[in-house]
């Protein structure tokens, strides 16, 4: 902030165009890590009553009995979520460390 300031900007054109971009790049990994790890573990809420995934499968599953056919389901959706979420991750950190490339 004081080399911005000392160069001439105003402290809104520094957050702006130093300071934000460089703290989003570092804050983007974890935020991103700490939401999958959120979204695997929302079966645990499912002990304190909350409906997801996993509950409306374990209640198909025992309507049916077929638990290896709903589990099998659930992971799979659990899985593509946090692939697809991944990869948009991924792209978003490449998209803003694009000015940091040589």
Same mark, same amino acid.
């Given at each position: 902030?004081?080399?911005?300031?000392?160069?001439? +900007?105003?402290?809104? =054109?520094?957050?702006?165009?130093?300071?934000?971009? =460089?703290?989003?790049?570092?804050?983007?990994?974890? &935020?991103?890590?700490?939401?999958?790890?959120?979204?695997?573990?929302?079966?645990?809420?499912? &002990?304190?009553?909350?409906?997801? +995934?996993?509950? =409306?499968? !374990?209640?198909?599953?025992?309507?049916?009995? !077929?638990?290896?056919? &709903?589990?099998?389901?659930?992971?799979?959706?659990?899985?593509?979520?946090?692939?697809?979420?991944?990869?948009?991750?991924?792209?978003?950190?490449?998209?803003?460390? !694009?000015?940091?490339?040589?």
């Amino acid at each position: 902030l004081e080399a911005c300031l000392s160069v001439g +900007m105003t402290k809104l =054109q520094a957050y702006r165009r130093i300071i934000l971009p =460089q703290a989003i790049r570092n804050a983007i990994p974890a &935020t991103g890590n700490t939401f999958i790890g959120l979204l695997k573990e929302t079966s645990l809420a499912f &002990t304190l009553g909350v409906m997801e +995934m996993f509950a =409306q499968g !374990k209640m198909y599953a025992s309507g049916n009995h !077929k638990y290896f056919e &709903t589990y099998l389901a659930v992971a799979i959706v659990y899985w593509a979520l946090t692939i697809i979420y991944s990869m948009l991750q991924d792209l978003f950190e490449r998209a803003m460390s !694009k000015p940091y490339r040589t």
